[in-house]
């Protein structure tokens, strides 16, 4: 129960991909391949949420 995400009113999931307080995470994190590679994992991960999950959201209209 994250302050963060509490107050959404949409779906919401909050990632972290290193901390600023690691040396070697802050080092990372300022990087723009490693932010593409995150980037990248996450949209798949997603995608695959939603192509195992058919209709997660119990969405109408056609999206699925």
């Not at 290193?18 to 995608?47: C, E, L, R």
Request: charged share 15%.
């Amino acid at each position: 129960n994250f302050a963060v995400l509490r107050g959404s009113t949409v779906p919401a999931t909050l990632i972290e991909t290193g901390f600023v307080t690691n040396k070697s995470d802050a080092a990372k994190i300022g990087s723009p391949s490693y932010q593409d590679k995150f980037a990248k994992a996450i949209a798949q991960g997603i995608q695959e949420f939603f192509w195992l999950n058919k209709n997660p959201l119990n969405i109408s209209g056609g999206f699925f």
